[in-house]
């Protein structure tokens, strides 16, 4: 393609190499594969559950290993989702011809306005607006002064704001956003050995300085409730990861200056984020699964049985690969190591391995020598999400993936019925090693597979586009790393995907 001086000075303010955008616009011509699937992970194929005695065990290691003030410890949280498609009924209500609530949603969510944790806020808002209470102006009729109050930026500006800044959980000494319980959550599992408890969130531009004041306001009373001491990091998506946007014919799509369009690339530009983080293990955890402190106990008790497992397991393959090093290893070690990569950390050598000798054990350094993540999985029970899978990968070996159905040919029967079969989901609970057995901190691009990625269709000013996905942050871009799925409780995942979401029983 012809670029233009101005499409030039874009790309490098962004810092995206030619060759990189080019790579973009041919993928959008080829396309990408799905993937080829051994199977979905089940209980007994894939998926651990540690019996009680283990369990116990998992946990003592890894508060055996936080008590070494030495080993860093941090809490990654994406937080830049905006809230608005939490209220996507309520903005429809207040578009609507109508003006009482009329569905199902719109109802219950004035029914139980009283038990929403913002209630007194949108109370303050409507009399400030209105001159009256919430109550009042429902008694009237005016639900859409009261829907608008909640959602406008004369109001709480709830429709505006990130899911991380809104109330969700109230509590006798006020309400809770989830940034605060994600700060609190830290404190029950991921305290170093001196008390630090280090907390990431991504943000985007906009409202990272609102997450700042509101960390700045609220960090110290934490840290005096729990002990602790809080070092708050935040991050945005980098510019480089930025897709271009193409037109049906494959071509760049441009805005009416004229100007190339580049889209976010998705949660998978957020591997740049995490590479930068110095940390030896990162607890992975999106911004809305939080829940009220009576509910944080089991929670804390199967992030640190994840974390534990990492712990052990990481260390078992930093033996072998010392071991590996020294050159002073057995037949019978090289046969204990293939064990341990096929039992423990599920990758299957691919059909007719047969190497032996220097050949095997060079294999098995590769093998063991790159990050490694434990992920949580709860029972299927309808939610979107991805899923546990046994997929090949591009060295002919099959190892446990996270994958979205986009990957999979629901063409073909039987991947569909692999599909269906899937008895877990993911909940993005994932505790993950950064760090080799020299100490030295992996680089995570390197592990990504760029044959995942996706794409969608969308439009600008009217006009439809095609836009690049990134491999998404825990599909995709972290293919090449050991993966371990357990089974978790379902009563760990509670995300607030719509407004109503928060009068569960599970934010009460």
């Not at 005096?224 to 071509?251: L, R």
């Not at 760029?450 to 439009?459: E, L, R």
Request: proline letters at 5%; charged letters at 25%; hydrophobic letters at 40%.
């Amino acid at each position: 393609m012809n670029l233009t001086t101005a499409d030039k000075a874009l790309l490098q303010k962004k810092g995206i190499s030619e060759e990189k955008l080019a790579a973009q616009l041919a993928a959008f011509a080829k396309g990408f594969p799905y993937l080829e699937l051994d199977g979905a992970a089940s209980v007994g194929k894939g998926i651990l559950v540690p019996r009680k005695e283990e369990e116990t065990a998992f946990i003592a290691a890894w508060d055996e290993y936080t008590a070494d003030a030495q080993h860093q410890v941090v809490k990654f949280v994406p937080a830049s989702g905006a809230a608005s498609r939490m209220f996507k009924d309520i903005f429809a209500f207040v578009d609507a011809p109508y003006d009482e609530p009329k569905t199902d949603f719109e109802k219950k969510y004035f029914e139980r306005i009283d038990d929403a944790a913002f209630f007194e806020d949108l109370n303050a808002a409507c009399q400030q607006l209105h001159g009256k209470g919430v109550h009042a102006l429902l008694g009237e009729g005016k639900y859409k002064a009261v829907a608008a109050a909640m959602l406008g930026k004369d109001g709480l500006n709830y429709g505006g704001l990130p899911k991380g800044l809104l109330k969700f959980h109230r509590y006798e000494d006020g309400a809770r956003t989830p940034l605060e319980e994600h700060l609190v959550e830290g404190a029950g599992y991921g305290k170093s050995g001196n008390g630090t408890v280090r907390v990431h969130f991504t943000v985007s531009p906009e409202h990272r300085p609102l997450f700042e004041a509101l960390v700045q306001e609220k960090a110290a009373q934490y840290e005096q409730q729990f002990g602790v001491k809080y070092e708050v990091s935040f991050s945005e998506q980098k510019p480089s990861t930025d897709t271009v946007a193409a037109n049906a014919d494959n071509t760049p799509f441009r805005n009416a200056d004229g100007s190339l369009l580049f889209r976010p690339g998705g949660h998978g530009a957020l591997i740049e984020n995490l590479n930068d983080i110095d940390a030896d293990v990162v607890f992975v955890k999106n911004i809305d699964n939080v829940v009220p402190d009576r509910l944080k106990e089991e929670t804390f008790i199967n992030k640190k049985l994840l974390a534990g497992i990492l712990v052990e397991l990481q260390a078992q393959a930093f033996g072998y690969l010392r071991k590996l090093d020294s050159g002073d290893y057995t037949k019978a070690d090289l046969i204990e190591m293939q064990q341990f990569l096929l039992k423990k950390l599920c990758c299957k050598a691919p059909e007719g391995f047969e190497a032996e000798g220097d050949a095997l054990a060079k294999y098995l350094h590769s093998k063991f020598n790159r990050p490694i993540r434990v992920c949580g999985m709860v029972r299927n029970v309808g939610e979107p999400g991805g899923g546990p899978f046994l997929a090949y990968n591009p060295d002919g070996t099959v190892s446990l993936q996270i994958l979205e159905s986009s990957q999979i040919d629901m063409s073909d029967p039987e991947k569909k019925a692999m599909f269906e079969k899937g008895t877990h989901f993911n909940p993005v609970d994932l505790v993950c090693g950064l760090k080799d057995y020299k100490g030295n901190r992996f680089n995570l691009p390197q592990y990504v597979d760029p044959a995942t990625g996706f794409i969608s269709h969308k439009s600008k000013d009217g006009k439809e586009l095609k836009a690049l996905e990134l491999p998404g942050l825990w599909n995709g871009a972290m293919s090449d790393w050991n993966t371990i799925f357990v089974q978790v409780p379902l009563s760990t995942f509670n995300p607030v995907k719509t407004v109503n979401d928060l009068y569960r029983e599970q934010h009460q």
